[in-house]
């Protein structure tokens, strides 16, 4: 019982709060999106300062414990914040009561019966996707045991990177690879295994690939707000249903987006790829499209500041994603800047991949 | 460029998808005007990305390649194309320009030509029945477990001890109860050491099994204060089955076979029929100290070695 509160509060509520500060929008889904990468991020200035400081002292119980108390501070921090910014005595936890759900519910009722069965069959089809998880076991490969010895090792050693790992299995102490010693995902997840009591086995095949399904559809969802009008429950209603089936039958290659939502999901690069990156996109498309518009400065910031979290949570999962996000946000710069002519927005974004060239640097530079 | 196509088509696996990816980038730029939003987002993003990133052979081939040596790791770059995200709003958007029953023909349509384009994950055999919700093979993790319970005994009794890290916070090596060496393809000949029968990984002729496996079990079920993996390697030559062993003399096991592991705490085998059980505990080398639901018996060396002394 406890287990899953810690679970609820990391994973859950600690994200939508952070969210609910840094998303003025009344959006509960984009709001859980943004203060997850934002935990992320965090996580990863935390750990970096750690380790770049003491790395053999490090663990995990420090790190944990310390996080934590981190977290718990900046949670008050928020309710102040909040609280003064609305000049109201009520919870946070109010916000949970998102405008967008009832938008979404208007738009439900007032639609024809066809439009709510293929709404609801879209649904039911995810959360299939999604729940399928705890039933069955994706076949097992090297990188299973490479990162489930990993999380193992650092959640019952008490450590953070003091044992090397190979490419599957374990060959000397510290000598792990420089690019999995920068991710602090991996940590993340032990850390998340040593406070739930959960093992990390658990974790990482159970209960990691649901919550992560059901996250990656969220940033879906959000998509084809943007791409459609929010309110046109019918086009969003087949986009969903149709990009869900092709992810199902997806499989044709064996590096496909499908492969990486329904089989490796709690992997650090799918987690980049199917939640992040899709999610970087999105907000950077709004960023460009938020720039001297009617909304005015204060939501070019947030999307700016947004962004910054978003990279750095990128950059902390794994190399792939410091690397692919990156050049994802050139070619994005690139492509505003030959349809918009303009070139101010375009050089801000630049200066939100210093946590991808700090990354680089570190791992090009230390010991 | 020739690697270029190369991890194109890894990508794409067949042709089928590729086509509906671009027909659908056909249309986004034909009908740019009433898909303004997304002409804007996808259409330049993903001409600009395959004309200075995927398509680009100076990128792929001399600068990335480096870092990623492998097509296997370059075809990643590949996954910041938006396919699910165009193909499923082209259709959706075709859908709903339809009406009455028009749409719902339209749109199973759709769903067919996705269905029979593609492969589904249920039709591969990616998924397999858990055998226990830690989701790892299960004789690993009570072999993990026998080991565990005996490292805990061993402390408790003073025989070996149990603190792991020196004053400084580095660990110490104080007891290593150890079986096993992992690393790369090395992995599967050392399995095949280790264990007289697969249940996956590369078998004996080098053809892969799917299952869950020991080897990968006890290494993701273990406590890692008191079970770790080895760090050298064991040749392939070194591996034996219960047939083998029979062709050998009584004292092979004892002078040739089992010295070869003396830094190994604990080894662990399926053993079908009694002669190698029966053939290790005769050497007095090693005790067995438990078996698996499944036949696995784990070995413990009889004399201990405190390695931090």
């Not at chain 1, 990863?44 to 501070?73: H, P, Q, R």
């Not at chain 1, 199902?248 to 650090?268: K, P």
């Not at chain 2, 009908?31 to 002409?39: D, G, L, Q, S």
């Not at chain 2, 061993?154 to 025989?159: A, F, L, M, P």
């Amino acid at each position: 019982m406890l287990s899953a509160l810690i679970f609820i509060l990391q994973f859950i509520l600690i994200p939508f709060f952070l969210g609910v500060v840094l998303v003025p929008k009344k959006d509960a889904i984009e709001r859980y999106l943004v203060g997850f990468c934002t935990l992320l991020a965090l996580y990863f200035l935390f750990y970096f300062v750690s380790i770049g400081n003491s790395f053999k002292l490090s663990t995990s119980i420090i790190l944990v414990d310390t996080f934590s108390a981190i977290i718990i501070v900046l949670f008050f921090i928020i309710n102040i914040i909040y609280n003064k910014r609305n000049n109201k005595k009520y919870s946070v936890l109010n916000e949970l009561k998102s405008e967008s759900f009832g938008s979404l519910k208007n738009a439900f009722a007032s639609s024809t019966k066809f439009v709510k069965v293929i709404f609801i069959i879209s649904i039911l089809f995810i959360l299939f996707q999604a729940l399928r998880m705890i039933f069955v076991s994706p076949y097992i490969d090297g990188d299973d045991t490479t990162y489930g010895t990993l999380v193992q090792s650092m959640s019952s050693l008490n450590s953070i990177y003091n044992i090397g790992h190979s490419k599957v299995g374990i060959s000397e102490i510290y000598s792990l690879d420089k690019k999995y010693q920068v991710s602090s995902y991996y940590p993340f997840l032990a850390a998340i295994s040593k406070v739930t009591g959960i093992h990390s086995m658990i974790l990482m095949k159970t209960i990691i690939p649901v919550f992560f399904i059901l996250m990656s559809y969220a940033v879906a969802w959000l998509f084809s707000g943007f791409l459609f009008k929010e309110a046109e429950l019918e086009k969003r209603a087949y986009f969903m249903l149709i990009l869900a089936v092709f992810y199902e039958f997806s499989f044709n290659s064996y590096y496909s987006f499908g492969r990486r939502l329904l089989m490796w999901t709690w992997n650090s690069k799918s987690l980049c790829f199917t939640i992040v990156l899709p999610f970087l996109m999105l907000e950077t498309l709004k960023y460009f499209s938020s720039y001297k518009n009617e909304e005015g400065k204060i939501s070019f910031s947030n999307y700016y500041i947004i962004i910054y979290f978003i990279n750095m949570a990128c950059a902390s999962i794994t190399l792939m994603g410091t690397i692919v996000g990156a050049i994802m946000l050139i070619v994005m710069a690139l492509s505003d800047m030959l349809q918009k002519r303009r070139i101010i927005p375009e050089i801000l974004l630049g200066t939100t991949c210093l946590p991808y060239i700090i990354n680089v640097l570190f791992i090009l530079t230390w010991r | 460029m020739d690697h270029v196509k190369i991890i194109n088509d890894i990508f794409w696996g067949n042709s089928a998808y590729l086509t509906i990816f671009v027909l659908s980038m056909i249309l986004i730029f034909y009908f740019r005007k009433k898909w303004e939003n997304a002409y804007k987002a996808f259409f330049p993003y993903v001409c600009l990305l395959y004309i200075l990133v995927l398509f680009n052979p100076i990128l792929i081939k001399k600068l990335l390649s480096t870092y990623f040596p492998g097509d296997a790791e370059l075809v990643r770059l590949y996954i910041i194309l938006p396919v699910g995200l165009v193909i499923s709003f082209v259709l959706s958007s075709t859908v709903s320009k339809g009406s009455g029953k028009k749409k719902i023909l339209v749109l199973s349509l759709f769903l067919a030509m996705i269905v029979f384009s593609g492969r589904g994950i249920l039709e591969t055999d990616y998924y397999i029945k858990p055998e226990s919700i830690y989701k790892i093979n299960n004789d690993g993790r009570e072999a993990a477990i026998i080991m565990e319970e005996d490292v805990k005994k061993d402390i408790s009794s003073g025989q070996v001890k149990a603190d792991r890290y020196d004053k400084n916070g580095k660990y110490v090596n104080t007891y290593t109860p150890v079986y096993l060496e992992a690393r790369g393809p090395e992995l599967y000949k050392t399995t095949r050491l280790v264990m007289t029968e697969y249940t996956d990984g590369y078998n004996i002729k080098g053809k892969f099994e799917r299952g869950g496996s020991y080897f990968f079990g006890i290494m993701c079920y273990a406590d890692w204060r008191y079970i770790q993996a080895a760090s050298s390697f064991i040749s392939d030559e070194e591996y034996i089955t219960d047939s083998e062993y029979n062709h050998y003399s009584d004292d092979w096991l004892g002078t040739y076979y089992l010295p070869k592991f003396k830094e190994y705490t604990y080894i662990t085998f399926k053993i079908d029929s009694g002669t190698l059980r029966d053939g290790i505990e005769k050497t007095g080398l090693y005790h067995e100290i438990g078996e698996t639901t499944n036949g696995y018996v784990v070995f413990k060396k009889t004399k201990l070695v405190d390695t931090s002394k």
